[in-house]
């Protein structure tokens, strides 16, 4: 049995579930709604304010949809009540962000600055210049938003310059030595 995916998923107040036909649930709470169709081999039901997620038999695609699917719901529920955040840090000289409506001017060291729009459903804040704060209520789209903010220009391993997560260490290298 699935360690992750036998764990019942509790419903807090104020958070309301659907399931509709083709296994689409939909969550609704405090901070927005979240909707989603699963696989048709998992069966989604509510029970004494928990959701339980089953699998019909042991084959390998049921085991590994059974925590997955799990972990998404369990992700929906805790997006509408909580909501999800990422912070990046920018670190190099001129290295700098700008918010003005829903764009994020990233100043990197380029020619040109780089203007990225905020998707549908993500929000991003600034604080000070160098941090970057990605929110939003859909875990895979602030991690996504949050990873191409981060492409613009990658952490080096020389000096540190670039867009890291505040959770992330870089590793540094030794830069050259002088000949003798």
Do not use: C, W
Not at 57 to 66: A, I, R
């Amino acid at each position: 049995m699935s360690r992750i995916g036998k764990l019942p998923v509790e419903i807090p107040a104020g958070v309301t579930v659907q399931f509709g036909d083709g296994n689409q649930v939909t969550v609704k709470g405090p901070k927005g709604t979240l909707t989603r169709t699963f696989a048709p081999e998992i069966t989604i039901k509510e029970d004494a304010g928990h959701i339980v997620v089953s699998r019909p038999n042991d084959n390998k695609k049921e085991k590994s949809l059974h925590g997955l699917t799990r972990a998404l719901i369990h992700n929906m529920v805790e997006g509408v009540t909580k909501g999800f955040e990422k912070k990046l840090e920018i670190n190099g000289v001129g290295y700098r962000a700008a918010k003005q409506g829903k764009t994020l001017t990233l100043t990197l060291g380029y020619s040109h600055p780089v203007p990225m729009e905020d998707p549908e459903g993500v929000e991003t804040a600034v604080e000070g210049t160098n941090v970057v704060f990605v929110r939003g209520i859909d875990k895979e789209k602030v991690g996504q938003y949050a990873a191409e903010i981060r492409k613009k220009r990658p952490p080096e391993p020389y000096k540190g310059k670039g867009i890291k997560y505040s959770t992330e260490t870089i590793r540094r290298k030794v830069g050259k030595t002088g000949k003798k």
